[in-house]
C-alpha cells in the first residue's frame, strides 16, 4: 500500500528565515510526486510535479527535490503569504485511475 | 485562467438523507476524481471516472455512493443515505488527457447532522 508521511506537522518561521520540508514515501512504482499549497477551507492548489529521482523544479520562493525515498520542498526567504499547508501526494504507476495518495501536510506559519 | 468549480459551498443534511454534490470540471479535461477530507485529516480519495465509466475507487466509495456526468460540462457525487461521519469536505479534481496534475475546485463542505 502506498504511504507518505510529511514532517514536520507544523513550522513556524520568521519572514525571511529559510527552512525545508520533507514527504518521505513508499510506492511500489512511482509515476510522479506531487506538491500542493491548500489554503484553509480551500481546495489544493497545484505546484509542482516531479517524475525521476534528481528532478528539480521553481516556482518563486519555492524549490522542489526528489529522490528514491523522498522529496524536499524549500522554502527560500519566505514572506507571510507563504503561509499555508504544503500537500505532497504520490501517484503509483499501477493506479488504473491515477489516483493520488496525500500525506498529512506540513502547516506553514511565516511570521513577520 | 480556467478553474474548477463546485457548488454548493456548504450543505447541511440530516442523517438518512441524499445529497448530490455538483462539479464543473475544467472544460478540456476528461478525467474526473472526488476526494475527501476530514477535518483534521488526510485529503482521501473516493473515485476516478474516465469515458463515462469509474476508472477506480477507493473502499470508502460503497453502494452509498455514486457518480454521474449527465452532460457535457457537470459531474456529480450522490449520497444516497448520509451517516455522520460522512461530514467532510469533499472535493472534486480533474486532469487533461496528457500530463497526470489534478487540478481541484474550492470543496464542499458536506455536513450531517
Known amino acids: 500500500e502506498d504511504q507518505v508521511t510529511q514532517s514536520p506537522e507544523a513550522l513556524r518561521l520568521q519572514e525571511g528565515e529559510s527552512s525545508s520540508l520533507n514527504c518521505s514515501y513508499t510506492v511500489s512504482g512511482l509515476r510522479g510526486l506531487f506538491w500542493y499549497r491548500q489554503d484553509p477551507g480551500k481546495g489544493p492548489e497545484f505546484l509542482f510535479t516531479l517524475y525521476s529521482a534528481g528532478e528539480e523544479k521553481e516556482k518563486e520562493r519555492l524549490k522542489a527535490t526528489l529522490t528514491k525515498k523522498e522529496s524536499f520542498l524549500h522554502i527560500t526567504a519566505p514572506k507571510p503569504e507563504d503561509s499555508a499547508t504544503y500537500l505532497c501526494a504520490v501517484q503509483n504507476i499501477k493506479a488504473a485511475g491515477n489516483k493520488l495518495t496525500f500525506g498529512g501536510g506540513t502547516r506553514v506559519l511565516v511570521k513577520p | 485562467e480556467p478553474e474548477v468549480t463546485q457548488t454548493p459551498s456548504h450543505q447541511v443534511t440530516q442523517m438518512g438523507q441524499e445529497v448530490i454534490l455538483r462539479c464543473v470540471p475544467i472544460s478540456n479535461h476528461l478525467y474526473f476524481y472526488w476526494y475527501r477530507q476530514i477535518l483534521g485529516q488526510k485529503v482521501e480519495f473516493l473515485v476516478s471516472f474516465y469515458n463515462n465509466e469509474i476508472s477506480e475507487k477507493s473502499e470508502i466509495f460503497d453502494d452509498q455512493f455514486s457518480v454521474e456526468r449527465p452532460d457535457g460540462s457537470n459531474f456529480t457525487l450522490k449520497i444516497r443515505s448520509t451517516k455522520l461521519e460522512d461530514s467532510a469536505m469533499y472535493f472534486c479534481?480533474?486532469?487533461?488527457?496528457?500530463?497526470?496534475?489534478?487540478?481541484f475546485g474550492p470543496g464542499t463542505r458536506l455536513t450531517v447532522t
Open positions: 479534481a480533474s486532469r487533461l488527457p496528457t500530463g497526470y496534475e489534478q487540478y
